[in-house]
T-cell receptor
Framework: AQTVTQSQPEMSVQEAETVTLSCTYD???????LFWYKQPPSRQMILVIR??????QNATENRFSVNFQKAAKSFSLKISDSQLGDTAMYFC???????????FGTGTRLKVLA | GAGVSQTPSNKVTEKGKYVELRCDPI?????LYWYRQSLGQGPEFLIY????????DSGLPNDRFFAVRPEGSVSTLKIQRTERGDSAVYLC?????????????FGEGSRLTVL
C-alpha cells in the first residue's frame, strides 16, 4: 500500500524568503502522480503543483517548484518570495494513474511572517 | 456555479441523529468524490461516483454511511446514527471524467460536529 509522510507539522518563514516543505512516499509503482495542495482557513483544497513520475524535469508554477527525487521517493515543495497569502496547510498527495484515490500526507502548517 | 458547492458549511448534531451533507459539483464534471478530513489529518477517501453510479465505495467506514447521486450531478452523503467519532470535515471534489490528469476540484467542506 502507498503511504505519504510529511515530517514537518509546522513551519514559518519571513515574507519574501524561501521555504522548502518535505514529503516522502512509499510505493512499488513505477508511474504515478504527485501533488501539492494548499488548504487555507476557508478549507478549500487548491492545487499548487503536480508532477508526473515518468517526467524527470521538476515541475514549476511561478513561485512554486518541486524537487522530485524518484529513487529516494522524495517530493519537496519550494516556495520562493513567500507572501502572506501563502499562509495555509500544505498537503502532499500521491495518486496512481487511472485511479481516483488520493493518498494524502498529514500536512504541514506554513505561516508566513510579516 | 463556478466551483464545487457544499452545504451546510457547518452542522452540529447530537449523537444518534441522522445527517445529510450535500455537494453540487462543477457543471459538466461527471466524476464526484467524497473525502473525510479528521482533525490534524489529511483527507481520506470515502467514495467515488462516475455519473450516477458509485464506482468505488471502499472508503466508507461502515454501513451507517451512504451516498447517492441520482441524476449524475448533486450528491448527498448520508450518515445514520451519528457517533462522536464521525466529527470531521467532509470534503467533496469533482473532475472531468475519471481523474486521468489527477487534478480534483474541491469544495470548502462541511464541518460535522457530533455532540
Amino acid at each position: 500500500a502507498q503511504t505519504v509522510t510529511q515530517s514537518q507539522p509546522e513551519m514559518s518563514v519571513q515574507e519574501a524568503e524561501t521555504v522548502t516543505l518535505s514529503c516522502t512516499y512509499d510505493t512499488s509503482e513505477s508511474n504515478y502522480y504527485l501533488f501539492w495542495y494548499k488548504q487555507p482557513p476557508s478549507r478549500q483544497m487548491i492545487l499548487v503543483i503536480r508532477q508526473e513520475a515518468y517526467k524527470q524535469q521538476n515541475a514549476t508554477e511561478n513561485r512554486f517548484s518541486v524537487n522530485f527525487q524518484k529513487a529516494a521517493k522524495s517530493f519537496s515543495l519550494k516556495i520562493s518570495d513567500s507572501q502572506l497569502g501563502d499562509t495555509a496547510m500544505y498537503f502532499c498527495a500521491f495518486m496512481r494513474p487511472g485511479t481516483y484515490k488520493y493518498i494524502f500526507g498529514t500536512g504541514t502548517r506554513l505561516k508566513v511572517l510579516a | 456555479g463556478a466551483g464545487v458547492s457544499q452545504t451546510p458549511s457547518n452542522k452540529v448534531t447530537e449523537k444518534g441523529k441522522y445527517v445529510e451533507l450535500r455537494c453540487d459539483p462543477i457543471s459538466g464534471h461527471t466524476a464526484l468524490y467524497w473525502y473525510r478530513q479528521s482533525l490534524g489529518q489529511g483527507p481520506e477517501f470515502l467514495i467515488y461516483f462516475q455519473g450516477t453510479g458509485a464506482a468505488d465505495d471502499s472508503g466508507l467506514p461502515n454501513d451507517r454511511f451512504f451516498a447517492v447521486r441520482p441524476e449524475g450531478s448533486v450528491s448527498t452523503l448520508k450518515i445514520q446514527r451519528t457517533e462522536r467519532g464521525d466529527s470531521a470535515v467532509y470534503l467533496c471534489a469533482s473532475s472531468q471524467g475519471q481523474a486521468n490528469t489527477g487534478e480534483l476540484f474541491f469544495g470548502e467542506g462541511s464541518r460535522l460536529t457530533v455532540l
